[in-house]
Protein backbone atom coordinates (compact mmCIF):
# COMPACT_ATOMS: atom_id res chain seq x y z
CA UNK A 1 0.00 0.00 0.00
CA UNK A 2 0.92 3.58 -0.60
CA UNK A 3 0.45 4.63 3.22
CA UNK A 4 0.39 8.18 5.02
CA UNK A 5 1.42 8.55 8.48
CA UNK A 6 0.99 11.73 10.38
CA UNK A 7 2.83 12.86 12.91
CA UNK A 8 5.67 10.69 11.67
CA UNK A 9 8.98 12.13 13.36
CA UNK A 10 7.19 11.37 16.70
CA UNK A 11 8.52 8.91 18.56
CA UNK A 12 5.77 6.35 17.70
CA UNK A 13 5.26 7.76 14.23
CA UNK A 14 8.86 6.51 13.19
CA UNK A 15 8.10 3.22 14.74
CA UNK A 16 5.08 2.86 12.68
CA UNK A 17 7.34 3.91 9.45
CA UNK A 18 9.78 1.19 9.86
CA UNK A 19 7.72 -1.63 10.39
CA UNK A 20 5.89 0.05 7.44
CA UNK A 21 8.88 -0.20 5.36
CA UNK A 22 9.74 -3.75 6.82
CA UNK A 23 6.77 -4.98 5.65
CA UNK A 24 7.02 -3.54 1.86
CA UNK A 25 4.47 -0.44 2.03
CA UNK A 26 5.50 2.50 0.23
CA UNK A 27 5.79 5.29 3.13
CA UNK A 28 4.77 9.64 2.87
CA UNK A 29 5.93 10.87 6.60
CA UNK A 30 4.14 13.70 7.00
CA UNK A 31 5.20 16.44 10.18
CA UNK A 32 6.33 20.12 10.73
CA UNK A 33 9.40 18.46 10.57
CA UNK A 34 10.90 15.73 9.08
CA UNK A 35 13.18 13.06 11.31
CA UNK A 36 16.64 12.98 11.88
CA UNK A 37 16.89 8.87 11.74
CA UNK A 38 19.16 7.74 8.94
CA UNK A 39 17.30 4.59 8.18
CA UNK A 40 13.96 7.08 7.37
CA UNK A 41 15.57 8.75 4.87
CA UNK A 42 14.57 6.09 2.05
CA UNK A 43 11.06 7.48 3.06
CA UNK A 44 9.18 9.87 1.02
CA UNK A 45 8.92 13.69 3.75
CA UNK A 46 6.11 16.04 3.70
CA UNK A 47 5.58 19.12 6.04
CA UNK A 48 2.32 19.28 6.93
CA UNK A 49 0.71 21.08 10.13
CA UNK A 50 -2.60 19.24 10.30
CA UNK A 51 -4.17 22.56 11.24
CA UNK A 52 -3.85 23.35 7.63
CA UNK A 53 -6.04 22.09 5.29
CA UNK A 54 -3.96 22.76 1.93
CA UNK A 55 -0.96 21.18 3.99
CA UNK A 56 -3.42 17.92 4.79
CA UNK A 57 -4.60 17.46 1.49
CA UNK A 58 -1.59 17.65 -0.39
CA UNK A 59 -0.09 14.66 1.99
CA UNK A 60 -3.21 12.84 1.61
CA UNK A 61 -3.08 13.03 -2.17
CA UNK A 62 -2.33 9.62 -4.07
CA UNK A 63 -2.74 7.23 -0.98
CA UNK A 64 -4.19 4.17 -0.43
CA UNK A 65 -4.11 4.22 3.35
CA UNK A 66 -3.63 6.84 6.30
CA UNK A 67 -2.46 6.08 9.80
CA UNK A 68 -3.12 9.37 11.80
CA UNK A 69 -0.68 9.82 14.59
CA UNK A 70 -0.46 13.88 14.93
CA UNK A 71 -1.61 14.95 18.17
CA UNK A 72 -0.15 17.35 21.37
CA UNK A 73 -0.34 15.48 24.52
CA UNK A 74 -0.07 17.14 28.09
CA UNK A 75 3.09 15.27 28.80
CA UNK A 76 4.46 17.03 26.04
CA UNK A 77 7.72 18.54 26.85
CA UNK A 78 8.12 21.80 26.29
CA UNK A 79 4.52 21.63 27.66
CA UNK A 80 1.69 23.14 25.28
CA UNK A 81 -1.40 24.96 25.82
CA UNK A 82 -4.72 23.67 25.76
CA UNK A 83 -5.73 25.56 22.96
CA UNK A 84 -3.18 23.84 20.59
CA UNK A 85 -4.11 20.61 22.32
CA UNK A 86 -7.27 21.19 21.05
CA UNK A 87 -6.77 22.36 17.71
CA UNK A 88 -4.52 19.83 16.71
CA UNK A 89 -5.94 17.18 17.95
CA UNK A 90 -9.89 17.89 16.70
CA UNK A 91 -9.53 20.52 14.08
CA UNK A 92 -6.55 18.49 12.72
CA UNK A 93 -8.22 15.33 12.76
CA UNK A 94 -11.26 16.59 10.92
CA UNK A 95 -8.84 17.88 7.95
CA UNK A 96 -6.86 14.42 8.14
CA UNK A 97 -10.92 12.72 7.71
CA UNK A 98 -12.21 15.05 5.33
CA UNK A 99 -9.43 14.98 3.26
CA UNK A 100 -9.54 10.87 3.16
CA UNK A 101 -13.22 11.45 2.27
CA UNK A 102 -12.47 13.78 -1.09
CA UNK A 103 -9.65 11.07 -2.14
CA UNK A 104 -11.71 8.39 -1.30
CA UNK A 105 -9.45 6.40 1.09
CA UNK A 106 -11.39 3.16 2.66
CA UNK A 107 -8.52 2.27 5.13
CA UNK A 108 -7.52 4.46 7.96
CA UNK A 109 -6.19 4.24 11.32
CA UNK A 110 -6.67 6.63 14.10
CA UNK A 111 -4.34 7.06 17.34
CA UNK A 112 -6.84 7.55 20.22
CA UNK A 113 -5.38 7.14 24.14
CA UNK A 114 -6.30 5.34 27.57
CA UNK A 115 -6.21 8.69 28.30
CA UNK A 116 -9.83 9.02 26.59
CA UNK A 117 -12.30 10.87 28.77
CA UNK A 118 -13.66 14.20 30.77
CA UNK A 119 -10.58 14.35 32.77
CA UNK A 120 -8.68 16.94 30.73
CA UNK A 121 -8.47 18.43 27.01
CA UNK A 122 -6.47 15.83 25.73
CA UNK A 123 -9.24 13.04 26.99
CA UNK A 124 -11.89 15.31 25.51
CA UNK A 125 -10.05 15.89 22.29
CA UNK A 126 -9.57 12.05 22.18
CA UNK A 127 -13.27 11.54 22.39
CA UNK A 128 -14.26 14.02 20.09
CA UNK A 129 -11.86 11.99 17.79
CA UNK A 130 -13.63 8.74 18.17
CA UNK A 131 -16.89 10.61 17.59
CA UNK A 132 -15.09 11.70 13.89
CA UNK A 133 -14.19 8.12 13.21
CA UNK A 134 -17.55 6.85 13.74
CA UNK A 135 -19.31 9.63 11.90
CA UNK A 136 -16.75 9.74 9.15
CA UNK A 137 -17.00 5.28 8.72
CA UNK A 138 -21.07 6.00 8.53
CA UNK A 139 -20.45 8.38 5.66
CA UNK A 140 -18.14 6.86 3.71
CA UNK A 141 -18.29 3.19 4.69
CA UNK A 142 -14.26 3.41 5.27
CA UNK A 143 -12.96 0.61 7.66
CA UNK A 144 -11.60 2.57 10.87
CA UNK A 145 -9.42 1.16 13.86
CA UNK A 146 -9.21 3.57 16.44
CA UNK A 147 -6.20 2.31 18.69
CA UNK A 148 -6.66 3.07 22.34
CA UNK A 149 -2.41 3.41 22.89
CA UNK A 150 -0.82 3.35 26.63
CA UNK A 151 1.80 5.58 27.04
CA UNK A 152 4.53 5.02 25.13
CA UNK A 153 6.87 8.47 25.83
CA UNK A 154 10.50 8.45 25.63
CA UNK A 155 12.01 7.64 29.50
CA UNK A 156 14.94 7.01 31.59
CA UNK A 157 15.28 3.15 31.35
CA UNK A 158 14.72 2.13 34.63
CA UNK A 159 11.64 3.93 34.72
CA UNK A 160 10.55 2.27 31.18
CA UNK A 161 11.22 -0.82 33.04
CA UNK A 162 8.80 -0.10 36.29
CA UNK A 163 6.10 1.45 33.32
CA UNK A 164 5.60 -1.76 31.49
CA UNK A 165 3.68 -2.77 34.75
CA UNK A 166 1.82 -0.25 34.87
CA UNK A 167 0.76 2.15 32.29
CA UNK A 168 3.55 1.79 29.78
CA UNK A 169 3.65 0.17 26.34
CA UNK A 170 7.09 -0.69 23.98
CA UNK A 171 6.49 1.63 21.18
CA UNK A 172 7.70 -1.68 18.79
CA UNK A 173 4.68 -3.28 20.17
CA UNK A 174 2.54 0.41 19.07
CA UNK A 175 4.33 -0.04 15.50
CA UNK A 176 3.34 -3.59 15.09
CA UNK A 177 -0.32 -3.20 16.32
CA UNK A 178 -1.18 -0.11 14.29
CA UNK A 179 0.45 -1.55 11.04
CA UNK A 180 -1.28 -5.34 11.31
CA UNK A 181 -4.60 -2.30 12.11
CA UNK A 182 -4.02 -0.78 8.84
CA UNK A 183 -3.76 -4.01 6.71
CA UNK A 184 -6.73 -6.06 8.72
CA UNK A 185 -8.58 -2.75 7.31
CA UNK A 186 -7.53 -2.87 4.13
CA UNK A 187 -8.56 -6.04 3.66
CA UNK A 188 -12.13 -5.00 5.07
CA UNK A 189 -11.63 -6.99 8.39
CA UNK A 190 -14.14 -4.42 10.43
CA UNK A 191 -16.13 -1.37 9.77
CA UNK A 192 -15.07 0.56 12.90
CA UNK A 193 -13.04 -1.22 15.33
CA UNK A 194 -11.61 -0.25 18.83
CA UNK A 195 -9.06 -1.86 20.67
CA UNK A 196 -6.49 -0.83 23.50
CA UNK A 197 -2.88 -1.42 22.95
CA UNK A 198 -0.72 -2.61 25.78
CA UNK A 199 1.87 -4.85 27.46
CA UNK A 200 1.24 -8.29 28.26
CA UNK A 201 3.07 -9.95 30.67
CA UNK A 202 1.54 -13.19 31.13
CA UNK A 203 1.77 -13.76 34.64
CA UNK A 204 -1.58 -15.31 37.00
CA UNK A 205 -3.68 -13.55 38.74
CA UNK A 206 -2.90 -13.81 41.43
CA UNK A 207 1.04 -12.25 41.08
CA UNK A 208 -0.69 -9.50 39.15
CA UNK A 209 -3.84 -8.42 41.56
CA UNK A 210 -0.97 -8.84 44.59
CA UNK A 211 2.25 -8.24 42.82
CA UNK A 212 4.34 -6.25 45.49
CA UNK A 213 4.11 -9.34 47.57
CA UNK A 214 4.09 -11.96 44.97
CA UNK A 215 6.15 -10.38 42.13
CA UNK A 216 9.23 -10.89 43.08
CA UNK A 217 9.20 -14.53 43.60
CA UNK A 218 7.74 -14.31 39.70
CA UNK A 219 10.11 -12.31 38.65
CA UNK A 220 13.24 -14.55 39.63
CA UNK A 221 11.00 -17.74 38.27
CA UNK A 222 10.98 -15.87 35.31
CA UNK A 223 14.59 -14.45 35.53
CA UNK A 224 17.07 -16.23 37.36
CA UNK A 225 18.77 -13.38 39.57
CA UNK A 226 15.59 -11.09 38.89
CA UNK A 227 15.67 -10.33 42.35
CA UNK A 228 18.97 -8.96 43.17
CA UNK A 229 18.67 -6.62 39.82
CA UNK A 230 15.22 -5.23 41.27
CA UNK A 231 17.42 -4.21 44.44
CA UNK A 232 20.19 -2.95 43.24
CA UNK A 233 18.77 -0.95 40.78
CA UNK A 234 15.55 0.12 43.06
CA UNK A 235 12.90 -0.40 41.05
CA UNK A 236 10.18 -0.25 42.59
CA UNK A 237 7.02 -2.71 41.69
CA UNK A 238 2.92 -1.20 42.17
CA UNK A 239 0.67 -3.19 44.23
CA UNK A 240 -1.20 -4.72 41.22
CA UNK A 241 0.07 -4.81 37.61
CA UNK A 242 -2.23 -2.84 34.53
CA UNK A 243 -3.04 -5.88 32.28
CA UNK A 244 -5.98 -5.64 29.94
CA UNK A 245 -8.19 -8.50 27.85
CA UNK A 246 -6.17 -8.47 24.71
CA UNK A 247 -7.79 -11.48 22.78
CA UNK A 248 -10.12 -8.86 20.81
CA UNK A 249 -6.97 -7.46 18.95
CA UNK A 250 -5.66 -10.88 18.76
CA UNK A 251 -8.52 -12.53 16.90
CA UNK A 252 -9.44 -9.07 14.65
CA UNK A 253 -6.07 -7.60 13.81
CA UNK A 254 -4.40 -11.19 14.66
CA UNK A 255 -1.65 -8.88 17.18
CA UNK A 256 -0.46 -9.17 20.69
CA UNK A 257 2.47 -7.63 22.05
CA UNK A 258 5.44 -8.94 22.27
CA UNK A 259 7.89 -7.00 25.24
CA UNK A 260 6.85 -7.63 28.53
CA UNK A 261 8.34 -7.21 32.05
CA UNK A 262 10.30 -10.14 31.70
CA UNK A 263 12.00 -8.83 28.31
CA UNK A 264 13.00 -5.62 30.27
CA UNK A 265 14.52 -7.79 33.04
CA UNK A 266 16.31 -10.39 30.65
CA UNK A 267 18.11 -7.14 29.18
CA UNK A 268 18.73 -5.32 32.58
CA UNK A 269 20.48 -9.03 33.18
CA UNK A 270 22.18 -8.40 29.98
CA UNK A 271 23.81 -5.16 30.49
CA UNK A 272 24.60 -5.16 34.20
CA UNK A 273 26.53 -8.56 33.88
CA UNK A 274 28.49 -6.99 30.87
CA UNK A 275 28.84 -4.01 33.30
CA UNK A 276 27.29 -1.52 31.01
CA UNK A 277 26.06 1.63 32.87
CA UNK A 278 22.50 2.36 32.68
CA UNK A 279 21.88 5.26 34.64
CA UNK A 280 22.12 7.74 31.44
CA UNK A 281 20.34 5.29 29.25
CA UNK A 282 16.70 6.35 27.33
CA UNK A 283 14.10 4.42 25.78
CA UNK A 284 14.31 3.95 23.07
CA UNK A 285 18.15 3.75 22.90
CA UNK A 286 20.60 3.20 20.30
CA UNK A 287 22.30 0.52 21.57
CA UNK A 288 21.91 -2.86 19.78
CA UNK A 289 19.74 -4.41 22.56
CA UNK A 290 17.66 -1.49 23.14
CA UNK A 291 13.56 -1.68 23.79
Known amino acids: MKVLVTGASGNGGQ ?20 TMAADLRQAEFVRCDSRTVTDVQRAVKGMDGVIHL ?31 RQEGIRSIVYASSMAYGWGSVYGVSKVIGEELCRSYQEMTGASIAMLRYHEFIP ?35 FKLFKTIVHTDHGMPEPVKNDFARLGPDWCEQEVPGARALLDKYGIALPEQVEQ ?48
Open 70 to 100: AAWHCAHQPPVSDDTIFAVNVDGTYNVFEAC
Open 244 to 291: HDLSEAKAVLGWQPQIGFVDFLKDLKSRDERGLDVSGLFVPSELPQDL
Open 15 to 34: AVCRALLQDGHTVRMADVMP
Open 155 to 189: RPYLEFGARLLRNGVDRRDIASATVMALTAADRRA
